[in-house]
Nanobody, 116 residues
């Protein structure tokens, strides 16, 4: 079992920044990758960013490239999402996820609201 706890969401004005954190516990030593998805009201959950645990290779959705940065702290089993130049369309619940032994685990989510 893997437990994921997100933090750092909140209300911010357009153009502002927020940093999300996701702490993992449990069976994390064999984690392949961790990352973030988001779900806006009335929309499907969509991929935002991912980082592999061993090499630190990253990938991003086109909609956030150049604005969001994903990073990790292996010692703390924590993944971060630095979000800059936020737009109202970034408003969503952001979910942390981890891929461990071929299974995907989810956190409960943290709400990010960007006002115009």
């Amino acid at each position: 079992q893997v437990q994921l706890v997100e933090s750092g969401g909140g209300l911010v004005q357009a153009g502002g920044s927020l940093k999300l954190s996701c702490s993992a516990s449990g069976r994390t030593f064999s984690s392949y990758a961790m990352g973030w998805f988001r779900q806006a009201p009335g929309k499907e959950r969509e991929f935002v960013a991912q980082i592999t645990w061993s090499s630190g290779s990253t990938s991003y959705a086109d909609s956030v490239k150049g604005r969001f940065t994903i990073s990790r702290d292996n010692a703390k089993n924590t993944v971060y999402l630095q979000m800059n130049f936020l737009k109202p369309e970034d408003t969503a619940v952001y979910y942390c996820n981890a891929i461990v032994d071929g299974m995907r685990y989810w956190g409960k989510g943290t709400l990010v609201t960007v006002s115009s």
